[in-house]
């Protein structure tokens, strides 16, 4: 029998042919709008709604800690029943598995974006409920969106250079959202504006970008990965979980590193504000981020060609921990704003990377069980991200409590600005350290995933999916292993 394979073939039966893997510009950055979108609502929520509890509605620094702390903390929940919905969901009329909830899900997250940053003034029991309410319903429709959306990259290619390319493209929209908004809204936020109407129109205008960026990515992007199984059980969507140790270390790692960024984000407009007298640079660090992220961009895929994934990340996070260090102790803004665009450099190199190591967790837990599930394997990973960003948030509002923090006060006490100081940058550089400690012991090489991958499309023509095997990768022998235990081939 020959064991020659046509690239047609390949597509067909799902075999990790690279060309057949490749995909066109379009999807790409069609893919990159969708993180656009939902950063409408994240990095809103992330860089100003702790100014708009304490500054806007009124709520006590401590008392809205509480509320970012156990409101992640419910999205962290949400994530693993959004999982689980996606895992059972499969419409063909509208486009597969993940696509669908991106399609119908994108305007109530916009509406209830709205809806949070409008708190009526209805005393402080008052204000608290509305707060819990629609934070929480905003987070389980972000969850009902994200999920599917992240989950999506994986069901478009398993080429690893592609899928490096749509972490990018996702970090790329993401962060061109966020400079955008930082650059345009935060010089706003003077003692005095009128904050309420600020954001009230903000948010109504998101709602018909973010709706036109989420209809561009429904439009351009395509479920291609061949799958077994289109309604996932819950036994089989958590089988896939048990044994799967890289994306428990992935999860581990990223909770560590989204403690640090969510702190950080969260406190900066505070330690530019309030310590150095400087918001006006808000909207450089917010330029500097775009101008960075255009940078990197065509070069990621080459450093993870040459570097590897893991060792991207571990670069990345240890070029974060001294940016933070320096900042921490930066007895000026000179100082400080270069060493906070030379930690989010390195953060900004995580995080392209970070997205395409979860889609190879993926295909490992299908190795492992026979039946492909994304929507709770992303669930687990966002669910340990969502309670990073709950602990980040809170511990960036206690920081600011616990020094003293006086909303509104045109001069913060030496207390207060240490608080501000280590909620900015300190608690960053603890946990974003911590988090590389972790991923340095990470498995999943990205020659281990290359060997896993090429077993999976042996399996699926075993079971008659075509007619031809790749003989040199399917010996009983690699079978008998865990693929993370195996020496990788010499180059």
Not at 254 to 259: G, Y
Request: charged share 15%.
């Amino acid at each position: 029998m020959s064991t020659t394979v046509t690239t047609r073939e390949k597509t067909k039966v799902g075999l990790p042919d690279y060309e057949s893997g490749k995909l066109r510009l379009r999807s790409i950055v069609g893919y990159g709008a969708g993180d656009g979108a939902n950063n409408l609502a994240f990095s809103t929520a992330t860089m100003f709604l702790l100014v708009y509890y304490t500054d806007v509605a009124g709520i006590t620094a401590a008392a809205a800690g509480t509320l970012l702390l156990v409101v992640r903390i419910f999205d962290a929940f949400a994530d693993v029943i959004a999982g689980r919905i996606v895992d059972r969901t499969y419409s063909r009329r509208f486009g597969g598995k993940f696509r669908p909830f991106i399609l119908f899900g994108s305007l109530p997250l916009l509406v209830l974006s709205f809806l949070t940053f409008s708190v009526p003034q209805i005393g402080q029991t008052g204000m608290l409920l509305y707060a819990y309410l629609t934070y929480a319903a905003l987070g389980f429709a972000y969850s009902m969106v994200n999920i599917p959306y992240g989950s999506l990259a994986g069901a478009m290619t398993q080429n690893p250079g592609e899928r490096a390319k749509l972490g990018t493209a996702r970090t790329v929209g993401a962060a061109v959202v966020g400079a955008v908004i930082g650059i345009v809204v935060a010089p706003m936020l003077k003692p005095g504006a009128d904050l309420q109407f600020i954001f009230t129109v903000m948010t109504l205008s998101f709602i018909v970008i973010g709706m036109g960026l989420y209809l561009f990515t429904y439009f351009t992007t395509k479920e291609r990965v061949v799958r077994t199984v289109q309604h996932v059980s819950t036994r089989q969507s958590f089988a896939t979980l048990k044994g799967n140790r890289p994306l428990l270390m992935l999860c581990i790692a990223s909770l560590l590193s989204l403690v640090g960024m969510l702190s950080s984000s969260t406190a900066q407009i505070y330690f530019l504000r309030d310590v150095f007298g400087a918001l006006n640079l808000y909207a450089v660090l917010s330029l500097s981020q775009l101008v960075l992220i255009f940078v990197l961009a065509p070069f990621v895929p080459a450093i993870v060609r040459r570097f590897g994934k893991r060792n991207t990340f571990v670069a990345g996070g240890l070029v974060g921990v001294a940016g933070n260090v320096v900042a921490f102790l930066a007895p000026s803004v000179a100082i400080a704003l270069p060493a906070m665009i030379l930690a989010m450099v390195g953060l900004m190199l995580g995080g392209m990377v970070i997205w395409a190591i979860e889609a190879d967790t993926v295909e490992y837990g299908e190795w492992k069980t026979g039946v492909r599930a994304e929507g709770i394997t992303y669930a687990l990973f966002s669910f340990t991200r969502k309670t990073g960003q709950a602990v980040g948030g809170a511990l960036a509002a206690y920081a600011l409590a616990i020094g003293g923090y006086v909303a509104g006060a045109t001069t913060q006490t030496v207390s207060a600005e240490w608080g501000i100081r280590a909620g900015a940058a300190l608690v960053p550089a603890i946990f974003i350290l911590l988090s590389v400690i972790v991923m340095m012991f990470y498995p999943l090489t990205d020659k281990v995933h290359a060997k896993i991958v090429a077993e999976i499309a042996a399996r699926r023509q075993a079971q008659g999916l075509g007619d031809e095997i790749a003989p040199d990768l399917t010996t009983s022998a690699f079978r008998s292993q865990d693929p993370t235990t195996l020496r990788p081939p010499a180059e």
